[in-house]
């Protein structure tokens, strides 16, 4: 396993397991949850959910946002994104 790969790991099981003080926004749940569905399944695939799905739509337009990136680069953005939630938050 690449060092990359087990540092995403991690950082998803911290994300997975966070209690206490670690209450993310809704918006940096939907940075979180995109940078892991490019990192794990790749671009964005099937159809938009439509209007009065309001969850499902979030969630299909930010990992929509991500097309394009490669795995690597994803696992990398994830990683670091929850490094400098930790630095800010003294985590």
Do not use: C
């Amino acid at each position: 396993m690449s060092d990359l790969k087990k540092q995403f790991d991690e950082a998803v099981s911290y994300i997975h397991n966070a209690e206490g003080d670690f209450q993310p926004s809704n918006d940096l749940k939907l940075q979180f949850y995109s940078l892991y569905k490019q990192a794990t399944e790749g671009d964005v695939n099937g159809k938009k959910p439509g209007m009065l799905d309001v969850v499902g739509r979030a969630k299909y337009s930010a990992w929509e946002k991500q097309k394009g990136k490669s795995s690597d680069q994803a696992m990398q953005d994830y990683v670091n994104l929850l490094e400098e939630l930790k630095r800010k938050h003294g985590g």
